[in-house]
């Protein structure tokens, strides 16, 4: 896509996910390749609500700024995607409500905190959705963390910090973004009560083969 209309998609979705309260403040962070083999992020400390297309920050392929605003403190988690899964084209970091909510469950599992509930969970986020340990928002370790789940997870969540999702494209990484959301407000929903969960035949049959 060209690069001056992928600023406009990442600002239109971003005001968006902001406008419908996935994020709050100065809170969540986003990113994409671009066709020259850089990355948009937003700038740090921006509002997911309020960016500008020319002050999006602009690395080269290194993640070194190059233009606009300086990035994200949190460049570290989506290089980590990048590094650790080079099909994926876009990420999206939120502090959504209730996916930030499973993240500080003590009891929650760390491969797969969401009971297998619904098909599209599955279809926009994969099988896996591992719970990273806590670390400090910008702290480099998180990296190696994300990175050694990237392989085989689209996604992560962060505990008591929130998600992390990557995609091939950055409206998919949106909606994945979303559905995770859902989910979690499903799980949160029917916490403690008997539940119809999808058999492991029907997962399967909803991923990639």
């Known amino acids: 896509m060209d690069e001056a209309l992928l600023r406009d998609q990442m600002v239109a979705l971003a005001r968006s996910l902001f406008e419908r309260g996935f994020s709050v403040g100065s809170a969540g962070n986003i990113s994409a390749r671009t066709a020259d083999g850089g990355y948009l992020i937003t700038p740090t400390n921006s509002s997911l609500g309020r960016l500008a297309a020319g002050r999006l920050s602009k690395l080269d392929s290194a993640f070194r700024p190059v233009s606009g605003d300086p990035p994200s403190k949190e460049v570290v988690m989506h290089r980590a995607f990048y590094e650790g899964r080079p099909e994926a084209g876009a990420v999206v970091h939120l502090h959504s409500t209730m996916a930030t909510a499973i993240a500080c469950l003590a009891e929650a599992d760390a491969n797969q905190p969401i009971a297998a509930l619904t ?40 505990s008591n910090h929130g998600p992390v999702v990557s995609a091939a494209t950055l409206v998919d990484a949106v909606n994945a973004a979303e559905e995770l959301e859902e989910a979690a407000k499903l799980a949160l929903l029917l916490a403690g009560k008997p539940v119809r969960t999808l058999t492991p035949d029907q997962v399967a049959a909803l991923l990639p083969h």
């Open 119 to 158: 098909p599209y969970f599955f279809m926009r986020i994969g099988a896996r959705l591992p719970v990273i340990p806590y670390f400090r928002p910008g702290d480099p370790a998180m990296e190696a963390a994300i990175c050694a789940e990237a392989p085989t997870a689209r996604a992560v969540l962060l």
